[in-house]
């Protein structure tokens, strides 16, 4: 019964997807008033929550048989593929937008780097705060949670790098006025974006796979100290008791399929965003960020259990790692379209967006010990982001 009940949130899905493909529903929803367009989206964002719940449980069987980092690795390339081929096909069906690259890879970065990776800073901190209360009820330094600080420098460095030789220095090109570099250049950045994520690649994978692995407190001087149990860890572990867990490959084909459903019904939804949006007199601009965010939620939610497990470099492999695959994908990846089929493509933030992306990068430094006020920074950057998304 506990392994059919996992496989219904994938039905669930392939129905909404099903009624999305083979009915006129987002046709007749699009000519309804406001409040029946908000309901039909709300309903079927459910869908996609629920979906991408059950997709992260399958990452984590993933996870747990094949071992970090290669868990996180199979649920970032199976996002970062499927979100190159929408955009891909985009560009080459849909309406000439030369900016869809950067506002898609914009709405990634500040998405994970600053609301999910500030949810999960925050869990994790009071998580591990109260595990390190003191007798005296002081909370000890040294007992608070952290990260792997070479892992996690490795991927500030990285994404530093290519978010600003990406969406930045366009801006500043002496070779064209359109924020984007000429062709001999955008052939260099490309070779560079590949070149770097397969080094990436290559080191978290080899003999550096370590500077990635969970760094855990030092809680040996408390062996006298009466342990206290973690409500969250017991419930988490009696349900891998109670539970049934799948064959590893059962879950990498569950995880593939609930992704590429996932997917699919946000890319359907656009219209339905953008009608939506349009309806509540909201910039359209907001219409791609609720898409990317939808898109995420898989992972979204992979890194919010693993922080709950107070698994934090769990969680930052996982968003970091999609981000830097997105930039460092992406980019060359649409340029050679644009390349091909002649298609403009901007590359360069506006001023304003260039200034939040320099700001979230500054709260990306990796920090020795989490608190919880880093987390809530970012979630300070990610409101005012998603404020003048709306206004």
């Given at each position: ?13 392939l ?45 984590d ?105 990406a ?62 149990e ?12 109670t ?24 890319e359907?939804?656009g219209?339905?965003i ?32 693993a ?30 379209i644009?390349e ?21 990068l ?30």
């Amino acid at each position: 019964m506990t392994s059919l009940l996992r496989f219904a949130p994938l039905l669930l899905g392939l129905a909404a997807l099903a009624l999305l493909e083979f009915t006129p529903i987002i046709s007749w929803l699009e000519i309804q008033s406001t409040a029946i367009v908000i309901t039909g989206l709300a309903i079927l964002s459910t869908v996609v929550v629920v979906l991408s719940k059950n997709v992260a449980d399958y990452a984590d069987d993933v996870s747990e048989v094949i071992g970090q980092p290669f868990g996180t690795l199979v649920l970032t390339g199976s996002v970062i593929t499927i979100e190159l081929a929408l955009v891909a096909s985009t560009m080459l069906k849909g309406e000439s937008n030369p900016t869809l690259a950067r506002d898609s890879m914009f709405s990634v970065l500040m998405i994970a780097l600053t609301g999910i990776t500030g949810i999960c800073n925050i869990i994790v901190a009071i998580r591990q705060g109260r595990m390190a209360l003191a007798d005296d009820g002081l909370i000890d330094a040294d007992e608070l949670a952290s990260t792997n600080l070479i892992g996690s420098n490795t991927y500030f460095l990285m994404i530093s790098t290519m978010s600003v030789l990406a969406l930045i220095i366009p801006n500043f090109s002496p070779t064209t006025s359109e924020a984007n570099f000429s062709t001999p250049v955008n052939v260099v950045l490309s070779i560079v974006a590949v070149g770097v994520y397969a080094i990436f690649l290559t080191a978290q994978i080899s003999s550096y796979s370590s500077l990635f692995a969970e760094v855990m407190p030092d809680l040996s001087h408390q062996e006298d100290k009466p342990t206290e149990e973690d409500p969250i860890k017991e419930t988490l572990q009696s349900e891998e008791i109670t539970g049934t867990a799948p064959s590893l490959q059962t879950s990498a084909l569950m995880l593939m399929a609930g992704l590429l459903v996932v997917v699919l019904i946000s890319e359907s939804m656009g219209h339905l965003i953008e009608t939506g949006i349009t309806d509540l007199g909201l910039p359209s601009s907001l219409a791609g960020a609720l898409v990317a965010l939808l898109i995420l939620a898989p992972e979204a939610l992979n890194s919010i259990q693993a922080s709950i497990s107070g698994e934090m470099q769990r969680s930052i492999n996982t968003l970091y790692g999609s981000v830097l695959a997105t930039v460092s994908l992406t980019v060359p990846a649409v340029l050679a379209i644009g390349e091909i089929t002649h298609t403009r493509v901007i590359l360069g933030l506006d001023p304003f967006s260039s200034v939040l992306l320099v700001l979230t990068l500054f709260l990306l430094r990796p920090m020795p010990r989490l608190t919880g006020i880093e987390g809530l920074m970012r979630l300070v950057v990610f409101g005012f982001w998603l404020l003048l998304q709306v206004f």
